[in-house]
């Protein structure tokens, strides 16, 4: 196996995105649910997690980290009975991160009514060597028009998320310096 981190920039191995895109299917049930008798948010969570992880951990050719969650969005509730398809690929890379953009639809089990979209988030991971230590990961390549799409979009969160925490960090730099111990 070659030591991604050792690769020239020239040398970036790409992966076209259907490479590790992937489902994960699971029957909601009463062990799942909340207080109001749906299926406990949390519970999406973590099969959103669980999906993008595996694709991630598919993307970068070993173990990668869950390092961010953003915009997780519950739609509609889901009910004991329902089948979750958790819809996950890798949206965007960068040198050791990756985005990876989650739908989550939900169809009665015994009925044949097409899935509902119930949910999406997005999610970054850190690709890690065996130490714990980022790794170089493939580039991804958009094959579709959706996927083209996606890439520019995760671009658009990325420079959010980068610009939330810069501004974030000078604000405790300055409350700081102004003497504001919180």
Do not use: C
């Amino acid at each position: 196996m070659t030591d991604q981190s050792q690769l020239p920039e020239d040398d970036i191995p790409v992966k076209p995105t259907s490479a590790s895109r992937t489902t994960l299917s699971h029957i909601m049930t009463g062990n799942d649910t909340n207080l109001l008798g749906t299926v406990h948010g949390g519970v999406i969570m973590k099969l959103v997690d669980d999906a993008a992880g595996a694709v991630a951990g598919r993307h970068s050719g070993g173990p990668a980290v869950t390092a961010s969650m953003d915009e997780m969005v519950f739609l509609e509730p889901v009910r004991v009975g329902d089948l979750v398809h958790v819809r996950a690929q890798v949206n965007w890379t960068g040198r050791s991160s990756m985005e990876v953009g989650v739908r989550v639809m939900a169809e009665r089990w015994n009925e044949s009514t097409p899935a509902q979209q119930v949910g999406s988030a997005y999610l970054v991971f850190a690709a890690v060597d065996e130490e714990g230590k980022p790794r170089r990961v493939p580039q991804v390549a958009p094959e579709t028009e959706r996927d083209k799409r996606r890439y520019q979009e995760a671009q658009i969160r990325r420079t959010h998320r980068l610009a939330r925490r810069r501004a974030i960090k000078e604000l405790r730099e300055q409350r700081a310096a102004e003497g504001i111990d919180d």
